[in-house]
């Protein structure tokens, strides 16, 4: 059973940084698509970004391309997001998602899809303030 616990969120004025970390723990041997979901008051939970451990490929939205960065641990049993020039609008629970993959496929031919992801962790909070 694999077990997904965040860490990391806060608040921080606008343009800031902060760093999310995901603790990974009772994966079985295999691929995996881990990816950050973000969720703001009243809106879908919609996956903002992805890293594909079985070759380190990554995916973002548009939204988040170019200020956020996802990264896996040395390790590979924690994931990261490095959030930079943060925006009210990134305000949110943050979720760490994780699904099986195969070696080779791709996490994000379909996009990020709620429905797709199996495992989920508590989510932390990030505040942005203007």
């Known amino acids: 059973q694999v077990q997904l616990v965040e860490s990391g969120g806060g608040s921080v004025q606008a343009g800031g940084s902060l760093r999310l970390s995901c603790a990974a723990s009772g994966y079985t041997a295999g691929y995996y698509c881990m990816s950050w979901f973000r969720q703001a008051p009243g809106k879908l939970r919609e996956g903002i970004a992805v890293v594909n451990t079985g070759g380190g490929g990554t995916y973002y939205v548009d939204t988040v391309k170019g200020r956020f960065t996802i990264s896996q641990g040395n390790a590979k049993n924690t994931l990261y997001l490095q959030m930079t020039m943060l925006r009210p609008e990134d305000t949110a629970m943050y979720y760490c998602?994780?699904?099986?993959?195969?070696?080779?496929?791709?996490?994000?031919?379909?996009?990020?899809?709620?429905?797709?992801?199996?495992?989920w962790g508590q989510g932390t909070q990030v505040t942005v303030s203007s």
């Open positions: 998602a994780a699904r099986p993959v195969l070696y080779g496929g791709s996490c994000s031919r379909l996009g990020l899809r709620e429905a797709d992801f199996g495992y």
